[in-house]
């Protein structure tokens, strides 16, 4: 039997998101364009690429689809779904139990630690100790994992919670807060392109987080249907390859 065949059927059955993916021959994949690595806009050619770039159109070949990407955030994640905006999120989405409670995931393809972002000039915070410290300020994005962690993981430094990824950024250069929260993918960008940024590690594991696609509640024959072509990739090496182009192969999941 046909596994595509099989699984359009019970699209059908229950008139959800494979059978209008099918329908309409193209499949809407929301993205977050400024995480490198993973879905990053460059802003001067404004190509997409990343890991989630080359998997979306892979799963879009699988499919026998045309491909859409939907710019979207961490923080309209759950909206952006659930309104139908698009299809599934591809941008490495961490699972949290606080995503967990509006959307559902796929099988993990990358998993990443928590890692920290500070200035050069930052005489204080030298080591992973120093964070955690009455006089610091970490600054995290609305939205993001870092957010929950962190709030629940400081005891005695001032969190600083910002609407975007960038205003964290700001916030370290400028002096005004002295560490902001991230991973691996995204150390790797501020490190390859700012002559400030300098990185913080944690000295054993922190809070490791698997990463994966999500879609909207009530979608199982589609969230099926990607484990399938997510399992194949993983088999067949193109999950492997795709790290390797982006430099990912340290946090990538390939069992």
């Known amino acids: 039997m046909c596994l595509l065949g099989a699984w359009a059927g019970v699209g059908l059955a229950h008139a959800g998101a494979l059978e209008d993916v099918q329908a309409k021959k193209q499949v809407r994949v929301c993205i977050w364009p ?13 190509q997409l690429s990343g890991i989630d770039v080359d998997m979306a159109k892979l799963l879009a070949d699988d499919l026998k689809v045309e491909l859409q990407f939907v710019d979207s955030s961490f923080s309209r994640l759950v909206e952006d779904l659930t309104q139908s905006r698009c299809d599934i999120a591809m941008f490495a989405i961490g699972i949290t139990p606080q995503r967990l409670q509006h959307l559902r995931f796929t099988k993990p393809h990358l998993a990443s630690d928590i890692m920290a972002i500070t200035t050069k000039s930052n ?32 005891q005695h430094a001032e969190l600083k919670v910002l609407d975007t990824p960038g205003a964290r950024e700001q916030e370290v250069e400028s002096g005004r807060a002295d560490v902001f929260m991230t991973d691996y993918p995204f150390s790797q960008r501020m490190l390859k392109t700012t002559d400030w940024a300098r990185l913080v590690t944690p000295p054993s594991t922190y ?40 430099g990912l192969t340290p946090i990538v999941l390939l069992d």
């Open 207 to 246: 809070h490791i987080t698997p990463y994966a696609w999500a879609v909207k509640p009530g979608e199982e024959p589609w969230l099926e249907r990607v484990n399938q072509f997510l399992i194949k990739s993983k088999n067949n090496g193109s999950l492997k390859q795709a790290a390797q182009r982006h």
């Open 123 to 154: 005489r204080r915070i030298q080591n992973w100790s120093d964070i955690d410290a009455p006089t610091t300020v970490v600054a995290v994005a609305k939205g993001t994992l870092h957010e929950s962690v962190m709030k629940s993981r400081l």
């Open 34 to 46: 400024d995480y490198f690595g993973i879905s990053y806009r460059d802003p001067k050619t404004r």
